[in-house]
Protein backbone atom coordinates (compact mmCIF):
# COMPACT_ATOMS: atom_id res chain seq x y z
CA UNK A 1 0.00 0.00 0.00
CA UNK A 2 1.69 3.32 -0.97
CA UNK A 3 1.92 5.38 2.21
CA UNK A 4 0.21 9.15 1.97
CA UNK A 5 2.90 11.77 4.02
CA UNK A 6 1.64 14.87 5.54
CA UNK A 7 3.99 17.57 7.11
CA UNK A 8 4.23 18.02 10.76
CA UNK A 9 2.41 21.03 10.72
CA UNK A 10 -0.87 19.36 10.31
CA UNK A 11 0.13 18.19 14.55
CA UNK A 12 -1.41 21.61 15.03
CA UNK A 13 -4.68 20.54 14.41
CA UNK A 14 -7.42 18.15 15.40
CA UNK A 15 -7.46 15.03 15.48
CA UNK A 16 -4.05 14.79 14.59
CA UNK A 17 -2.36 16.94 17.85
CA UNK A 18 -4.14 13.57 19.75
CA UNK A 19 -1.63 11.58 18.55
CA UNK A 20 1.05 14.55 18.95
CA UNK A 21 0.09 14.81 22.75
CA UNK A 22 -1.75 11.68 23.05
CA UNK A 23 -3.74 11.52 25.11
CA UNK A 24 -4.64 15.51 25.59
CA UNK A 25 -1.61 17.69 25.50
CA UNK A 26 -2.12 21.59 25.75
CA UNK A 27 -1.25 24.20 22.48
CA UNK A 28 1.48 24.96 24.10
CA UNK A 29 3.06 21.55 24.85
CA UNK A 30 1.53 20.73 20.48
CA UNK A 31 4.01 23.99 20.01
CA UNK A 32 6.85 22.68 21.85
CA UNK A 33 6.31 19.01 20.42
CA UNK A 34 6.75 20.16 17.00
CA UNK A 35 9.82 22.26 17.51
CA UNK A 36 11.40 19.52 19.09
CA UNK A 37 10.69 16.74 15.77
CA UNK A 38 11.95 19.97 13.35
CA UNK A 39 15.20 19.89 15.48
CA UNK A 40 15.06 16.02 15.33
CA UNK A 41 15.01 16.50 11.02
CA UNK A 42 11.43 14.75 10.92
CA UNK A 43 9.50 16.42 8.42
CA UNK A 44 6.29 14.09 7.57
CA UNK A 45 3.93 12.14 8.83
CA UNK A 46 2.04 8.98 7.55
CA UNK A 47 -1.13 7.93 9.62
CA UNK A 48 -1.29 3.78 8.90
CA UNK A 49 -1.00 0.95 10.70
CA UNK A 50 -2.66 -1.84 12.66
CA UNK A 51 -3.74 0.15 15.63
CA UNK A 52 -6.20 2.98 15.60
CA UNK A 53 -6.91 6.04 17.60
CA UNK A 54 -10.18 7.66 17.06
CA UNK A 55 -10.20 7.79 13.20
CA UNK A 56 -6.38 7.49 12.27
CA UNK A 57 -4.06 4.68 12.29
CA UNK A 58 -0.48 4.27 13.79
CA UNK A 59 1.91 1.65 13.83
CA UNK A 60 1.48 0.84 17.74
CA UNK A 61 0.94 2.31 21.39
CA UNK A 62 1.81 1.38 24.78
CA UNK A 63 2.16 2.81 28.01
CA UNK A 64 4.87 5.25 27.31
CA UNK A 65 4.32 5.74 24.03
CA UNK A 66 2.92 5.79 20.37
CA UNK A 67 4.00 4.71 17.49
CA UNK A 68 3.60 6.81 13.51
CA UNK A 69 5.35 6.42 10.24
CA UNK A 70 7.58 9.68 9.71
CA UNK A 71 10.35 10.66 7.32
CA UNK A 72 13.45 12.62 8.90
CA UNK A 73 14.15 14.19 5.31
CA UNK A 74 13.84 11.49 2.43
CA UNK A 75 14.41 8.36 5.41
CA UNK A 76 11.71 6.34 6.80
CA UNK A 77 11.80 6.08 10.18
CA UNK A 78 9.40 4.99 13.08
CA UNK A 79 8.60 8.00 15.55
CA UNK A 80 7.98 6.67 18.95
CA UNK A 81 6.13 9.66 20.46
CA UNK A 82 5.89 10.17 24.28
CA UNK A 83 2.66 10.29 25.98
CA UNK A 84 1.58 13.06 27.76
CA UNK A 85 0.28 10.97 31.10
CA UNK A 86 3.52 8.80 30.66
CA UNK A 87 5.10 7.92 34.10
CA UNK A 88 8.45 8.74 32.26
CA UNK A 89 9.49 12.03 32.28
CA UNK A 90 11.55 11.67 29.22
CA UNK A 91 12.43 8.68 26.13
CA UNK A 92 16.49 8.83 27.40
CA UNK A 93 16.41 5.49 29.19
CA UNK A 94 14.51 4.05 26.58
CA UNK A 95 17.25 5.64 24.03
CA UNK A 96 20.05 3.81 25.76
CA UNK A 97 18.83 0.56 26.57
CA UNK A 98 17.92 0.34 22.33
CA UNK A 99 21.43 1.16 21.71
CA UNK A 100 22.74 -1.36 24.27
CA UNK A 101 20.56 -4.11 22.06
CA UNK A 102 21.49 -2.64 18.77
CA UNK A 103 24.97 -3.15 20.30
CA UNK A 104 23.62 -6.89 20.42
CA UNK A 105 22.45 -6.99 17.01
CA UNK A 106 18.94 -7.20 18.04
CA UNK A 107 15.88 -4.95 17.32
CA UNK A 108 14.99 -1.99 15.18
CA UNK A 109 18.41 0.46 14.34
CA UNK A 110 18.23 3.48 16.89
CA UNK A 111 18.98 6.95 14.92
CA UNK A 112 17.89 9.61 17.48
CA UNK A 113 16.45 11.06 20.43
CA UNK A 114 15.05 13.95 21.98
CA UNK A 115 13.09 14.22 25.69
CA UNK A 116 10.00 13.42 23.78
CA UNK A 117 10.62 11.13 21.17
CA UNK A 118 12.73 8.12 19.69
CA UNK A 119 13.20 7.46 16.02
CA UNK A 120 14.26 4.28 14.89
CA UNK A 121 14.55 1.72 12.02
CA UNK A 122 11.18 1.26 10.41
CA UNK A 123 10.36 -2.26 10.24
CA UNK A 124 7.52 -3.12 7.34
CA UNK A 125 6.33 -6.67 8.62
CA UNK A 126 3.49 -8.29 10.67
CA UNK A 127 3.17 -9.06 14.53
CA UNK A 128 4.50 -12.52 14.98
CA UNK A 129 0.80 -13.86 16.04
CA UNK A 130 -0.75 -12.22 13.05
CA UNK A 131 2.39 -13.78 10.72
CA UNK A 132 1.47 -17.37 12.45
CA UNK A 133 -2.38 -17.18 11.98
CA UNK A 134 -1.32 -16.64 8.56
CA UNK A 135 0.67 -19.46 7.94
CA UNK A 136 -0.84 -22.70 6.41
CA UNK A 137 -0.12 -25.24 4.02
CA UNK A 138 2.84 -27.17 2.68
CA UNK A 139 5.76 -25.93 4.21
CA UNK A 140 4.64 -23.88 7.00
CA UNK A 141 6.17 -26.17 10.05
CA UNK A 142 9.60 -25.27 8.46
CA UNK A 143 8.52 -21.10 8.06
CA UNK A 144 7.23 -21.37 11.33
CA UNK A 145 10.47 -23.14 12.96
CA UNK A 146 12.71 -21.08 11.18
CA UNK A 147 11.32 -18.00 12.20
CA UNK A 148 11.19 -19.19 16.11
CA UNK A 149 14.33 -20.20 15.93
CA UNK A 150 15.91 -16.29 14.95
CA UNK A 151 13.29 -14.79 17.48
CA UNK A 152 15.27 -17.12 20.07
CA UNK A 153 18.34 -16.56 18.82
CA UNK A 154 17.24 -12.87 19.42
CA UNK A 155 16.56 -13.74 23.24
CA UNK A 156 20.13 -15.60 23.71
CA UNK A 157 21.71 -12.00 22.40
CA UNK A 158 19.70 -10.39 25.23
CA UNK A 159 20.68 -12.55 27.64
CA UNK A 160 23.96 -12.95 26.57
CA UNK A 161 24.45 -9.20 26.67
CA UNK A 162 22.49 -9.15 30.34
CA UNK A 163 19.31 -6.91 29.22
CA UNK A 164 15.94 -8.20 30.35
CA UNK A 165 13.49 -7.24 27.19
CA UNK A 166 10.55 -7.49 30.19
CA UNK A 167 7.62 -8.26 28.02
CA UNK A 168 7.93 -11.83 26.08
CA UNK A 169 5.03 -13.36 28.00
CA UNK A 170 3.47 -11.40 25.97
CA UNK A 171 5.28 -12.03 22.75
CA UNK A 172 2.46 -11.55 20.06
CA UNK A 173 3.13 -7.55 20.45
CA UNK A 174 6.72 -7.84 20.93
CA UNK A 175 8.06 -9.47 17.16
CA UNK A 176 7.73 -7.92 13.79
CA UNK A 177 8.08 -10.37 11.26
CA UNK A 178 8.95 -9.26 7.76
CA UNK A 179 12.19 -9.48 5.85
CA UNK A 180 14.02 -8.63 9.59
CA UNK A 181 12.69 -10.73 12.65
CA UNK A 182 13.41 -8.51 15.73
CA UNK A 183 12.15 -7.63 18.75
CA UNK A 184 10.46 -4.39 19.00
CA UNK A 185 9.48 -2.24 21.84
CA UNK A 186 12.23 -1.98 24.73
CA UNK A 187 10.55 0.25 27.06
CA UNK A 188 10.56 -1.54 29.81
CA UNK A 189 13.38 -3.10 29.47
CA UNK A 190 16.24 -3.41 32.03
CA UNK A 191 20.02 -4.32 32.83
CA UNK A 192 19.07 -4.43 36.11
CA UNK A 193 16.68 -7.69 36.83
CA UNK A 194 17.59 -10.77 36.31
CA UNK A 195 17.29 -11.94 32.21
CA UNK A 196 14.26 -14.29 31.57
CA UNK A 197 14.09 -13.38 27.56
CA UNK A 198 14.64 -17.19 26.12
CA UNK A 199 12.74 -18.22 29.13
CA UNK A 200 9.64 -16.04 28.49
CA UNK A 201 9.35 -16.20 24.46
CA UNK A 202 9.89 -19.81 25.20
CA UNK A 203 6.88 -20.12 27.31
CA UNK A 204 4.62 -17.72 25.64
CA UNK A 205 5.58 -19.53 21.73
CA UNK A 206 4.88 -22.91 23.60
CA UNK A 207 3.20 -23.34 26.08
CA UNK A 208 1.44 -20.43 27.92
CA UNK A 209 -0.14 -17.93 25.66
CA UNK A 210 -2.87 -17.80 22.39
CA UNK A 211 0.25 -18.13 20.37
CA UNK A 212 0.83 -21.00 21.45
CA UNK A 213 -2.66 -22.78 20.20
CA UNK A 214 -1.73 -20.60 16.23
CA UNK A 215 1.75 -22.74 16.56
CA UNK A 216 0.55 -26.07 17.65
CA UNK A 217 -2.36 -25.99 14.45
CA UNK A 218 0.85 -25.93 12.01
CA UNK A 219 3.43 -27.83 13.65
CA UNK A 220 3.96 -30.30 16.28
CA UNK A 221 4.53 -28.80 19.59
CA UNK A 222 6.96 -31.18 22.04
CA UNK A 223 5.99 -32.49 25.04
CA UNK A 224 5.60 -29.87 27.67
CA UNK A 225 7.46 -31.64 30.45
CA UNK A 226 10.47 -31.41 27.96
CA UNK A 227 10.26 -28.27 27.08
CA UNK A 228 10.32 -27.17 31.25
CA UNK A 229 13.27 -29.16 32.14
CA UNK A 230 14.81 -28.17 29.05
CA UNK A 231 14.59 -24.35 30.50
CA UNK A 232 15.01 -25.01 33.55
CA UNK A 233 18.84 -26.54 32.80
CA UNK A 234 18.95 -23.24 30.49
CA UNK A 235 17.83 -21.20 33.78
CA UNK A 236 20.46 -22.06 36.17
CA UNK A 237 23.52 -22.21 33.16
CA UNK A 238 22.79 -19.94 30.48
CA UNK A 239 24.86 -21.28 28.33
CA UNK A 240 25.18 -21.60 24.51
CA UNK A 241 25.17 -25.35 25.09
CA UNK A 242 21.85 -25.36 27.53
CA UNK A 243 20.68 -22.74 25.04
CA UNK A 244 20.76 -25.24 22.06
CA UNK A 245 19.59 -28.33 23.67
CA UNK A 246 16.31 -25.93 24.03
CA UNK A 247 16.47 -25.52 20.07
CA UNK A 248 16.71 -29.31 19.97
CA UNK A 249 14.16 -30.02 22.43
CA UNK A 250 11.80 -27.55 19.90
CA UNK A 251 13.15 -29.36 17.14
CA UNK A 252 13.70 -26.19 15.85
Known amino acids: MKSSFLPISIFQKEPYSS ?12 TSRISELKKLGITKVSFQGQTQI ?3 RILGKGYVGVVVLAKKRNSLVALKIRRIDSQRDGMKNEARLLKSANKAKVGPKFIAS ?8 Y ?3 EKVSD ?18 RSILEE ?4 DSSNIDHGELSSISKHVIVGKKITLIDFESSSTKRKVSNVTSATQAIFIGSGISKKVGRVYKIPPREK ?3 ALRDYKHKKDRKSFDDIL ?4 V
Open 248 to 251: KVLK
Open 114 to 121: SKNFILME
Open 19 to 30: ILGYPKASKRQI
Open 131 to 148: WVASVSGRGGAGKIKQTI
Open 54 to 56: GNL
Open 155 to 158: CYKL
Open 227 to 229: IID
Open 123 to 125: LNG
